[in-house]
T-cell receptor
Framework: AQKITQTQPGMFVQEKEAVTLDCTYDTSDPSYGLFWYKQPSSGEMIFLIYQGSYDQQNATEGRYSLNFQKARKSANLVISASQLGDSAMYFCAMREDSSASKIIFGSGTRLSIRP | GAVVSQHPSWVICKSGTSVKIECRSLDFQATTMFWYRQFPKQSLMLMATSNEGSKATYEQGVEKDKFLINHASLTLSTLTVTSAHPEDSSFYIC?????????????FGPGTRLLVL
């Protein structure tokens, strides 16, 4: 069974609009961490934001925020005021405490920002 | 954020040759390094996890005799693709982290594109 599910293969958004990228996860481990990474066409993986399973508040980093709904097992990424440079692949990822520190990735969402 | 480098960034080789890819953490000591491969338009698939000074742990389905991983120091890990074949052509990305906390950020190298002719 898939541990990380990203149901949006691709999205188009108008510049300056906010966008939400969906991510659901599956784990029975009470301790886990959720990550979002951005991969531009150059291929590098850029860390955006992290949410721990015990964190009480949603994580925020500049224009990025993570809408963490633990009961629903979702960790959506919200990008406010999108910019042309936000066009990239976005991957949701999870690390379980029991998994020897490895991160597993979802299938990704390709975000395209229209000028 | 921390910097992870990979070398080479591009490699083209003939079928049957071996290719070595280096991954270095430039400004931190990496207790754990990871190797991923990514096919076009697909996600990253973890190949193996290595801790400095010990043998790598390979994911199911990854041939350890084909993908040799050495993590000789806290700043260097190498992946050697032995007797490469066209189906090994892929984007190989290494990653490193310095701590063991669940929230410890994992930093990625820029990747190596391998094309086997």
């Amino acid at each position: 069974a898939q541990k990380i599910t990203q149901t949006q293969p691709g999205m188009f958004v108008q510049e300056k609009e906010a966008v939400t990228l969906d991510c659901t996860y599956d784990t029975s481990d009470p301790s886990y961490g959720l990550f979002w990474y951005k991969q531009p066409s150059s291929g590098e993986m850029i860390f955006l934001i992290y949410q721990g399973s015990y964190d009480q508040q949603n994580a925020t980093e500049g224009r990025y925020s993570l809408n963490f709904q633990k009961a629903r097992k979702s960790a959506n990424l919200v990008i406010s005021a999108s910019q042309l440079g936000d066009s990239a692949m976005y991957f949701c990822a999870m690390r379980e405490d029991s998994s020897a520190s490895k991160i597993i990735f979802g299938s990704g969402t390709r975000l395209s920002i229209r000028p | 954020g921390a910097v992870v480098s990979q070398h080479p960034s591009w490699v083209i080789c003939k079928s049957g040759t071996s290719v070595k890819i280096e991954c270095r953490s430039l400004d931190f000591q990496a207790t754990t390094m990871f190797w991923y491969r990514q096919f076009p338009k697909q996600s990253l698939m973890l190949m193996a996890t290595s801790n400095e000074g010990s043998k790598a742990t390979y994911e199911q389905g990854v041939e350890k005799d084909k993908f040799l991983i050495n993590h000789a120091s806290l700043t260097l890990s190498t992946l050697t693709v032995t007797s490469a074949h066209p189906e090994d052509s892929s984007f190989y990305i290494c990653s490193a982290r310095s701590g063991v906390d669940i929230g410890e950020t994992q930093y990625f190298g820029p990747g190596t594109r391998l094309l086997v002719l």
